[in-house]
Every structure is written in C-alpha cells, then in structure tokens.
C-alpha cells in the first residue's frame, strides 16, 4: 500500500462510518497505518471536521510517536490510536465511533453479547474498559492494553474501538457490533412479559 492509497482507505471508511450512521456531527475518528521500509506512518482523520468532510487535504500524517509528518492537526483521539498501533502490530487499522446502540450499552450495566463472527467464543461478553476522559493519556494506554487481546473493546459511558487487518475491516467490525448491540435491545424489549 502506498501513502496515497493509505489516505484514500482513511476516507472512504471514514466516509463509510458515517453513511451507515455509526457516528454522526463531528464525532468519530478513523486511521490506517502502513510500513514504509522500517517506519510506520499512521494516516488520520483531522479533529474539529465530521467524517462526512475528511478529503485528501485534512488526513493528517504522523509517526508512531505522534510526531508530524504532514500539515493539520490530527483526531484528539490521536495517542489512543497509536498506543494500539504500538501494542498490536498486525493492527493495520481502527475505527472510534459513538454508534448509538453499542453507546447506549456503555451507558447501561448490561453488557454487549458477543455472536458468531468473532470466531470462537470464549468469552460471552465484549470486554469493556471504565470511563476514561475522552482525550485523555490514561484512556489511550489503558485501552491499548486491553486491546492486546481484543479487537474490539467499549469504552463504559462513551463508545467503541474496533481494529482490523485494515480499516476496512475494523469498519465492518464497528458495525458488526452496533448490528449485534440492536439486535439483543431488541430480543431484550420483545422478551419482557
Ligand atoms: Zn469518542
């Protein structure tokens, strides 16, 4: 992949998340990162612009220590992306959303089932990290470290991260979670007697 096509991923997931209504106004943040001989160079959405509106001109490039490598300024979400890059080398992309049924979990003490999709089960549940300030240093290590062992993790009263092979796929896997997060409100709601 080169850094051109790296940028286009960006958008067009970015663009993707939004379409499929996993975020909305000017929340979210999306990334992608590639090997350029032995330095990785991480592609993010801007801060302060809706995932409607990332183009070829707002993507910000940076080094894996936040360090830039283009104009703009990056996702506020900037370190929580690079801590997992850091922890996770076969992680190659990452969406955040605020999707409304998973937050609206986050927001509850009831916990998001987890389904066939992601493989094997061996726990029931998606793990769940407590509330951290969003932007903050502590929420990006702490869900980083979670993130060694799961590909998606909900952050309690907030949202969700979901990482991938590329961001393609970590897009499909946020939206796998809001579909399941719907369908359990659902059959929550139908089996009240
Ligand atoms: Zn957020």
Redesign the pocket.
């Known amino acids: 992949m080169s850094g051109k096509n790296l940028v286009k991923s960006v958008i067009d997931a970015s663009n993707y998340i939004f379409n499929r209504k996993l975020v909305s106004g000017k929340?979210g943040n999306v990334s992608a990162r590639f090997k350029d001989h032995e330095m990785d160079i991480v592609a993010i959405t801007p801060t302060g612009i809706s995932l409607a509106d990332v183009n070829q001109e707002n993507v910000v490039l940076v080094d894996l220590n936040g360090n830039y490598l283009s104009r703009g300024q990056p996702s506020s979400?900037l370190f929580l992306h690079l801590e997992i890059y850091k922890n996770r080398p076969d992680v190659m992309g990452i969406v955040?959303t605020?999707s409304p049924y998973a937050t609206g979990f986050s927001f509850s003490d009831k916990k998001i089932r987890r389904l066939e999709g992601f493989g094997e089960i061996k726990k029931h549940y998606l793990e769940e990290l407590e509330y951290q300030k969003?932007g903050s240093r502590e929420l990006a290590q702490e869900t980083a470290a979670k993130m060694i062992d799961e590909d998606v993790i909900i952050l309690k009263n907030?949202?969700v991260v979901a990482s991938g092979i590329n961001v393609k796929e970590a897009a499909s896997l946020a939206e796998f979670v809001e579909e399941i997060a719907k369908t359990q409100f659902v059959s929550h709601i139908l089996n009240i007697k």
Do not use: I, S
């Open positions: 929340a979400e955040h605020h969003p907030h949202g």
